[in-house]
């Protein structure tokens, strides 16, 4: 369960971590600091952007008025994982 909520998490650190020890057997020089800066900086930007966050429902009247008045209703249920 916990690597089915924190996968990306989980899978990015293993990345930079092994591209940093790669990165120690070849030495550190520059190119390959700025090779696991930029993963680094890449995975974060994408769970900034991709990770999902609380919404707020939107306004679209009393569904408690259109139980039992004969009107469809369909509700969602939704978590961020």
Known sequence: MLFNQYSFVILSAAAVGGLLLWAALRGFRAETLVAVAALALGCALAFLLFAPRPS??????????????????????????
């Open 56 to 81: 707020t429902p939107s306004s679209t009247g009393d569904p408690e008025a259109w139980i039992g008045a004969g009107t469809p209703l369909l509700l969602e249920f939704q978590s961020p994982f």
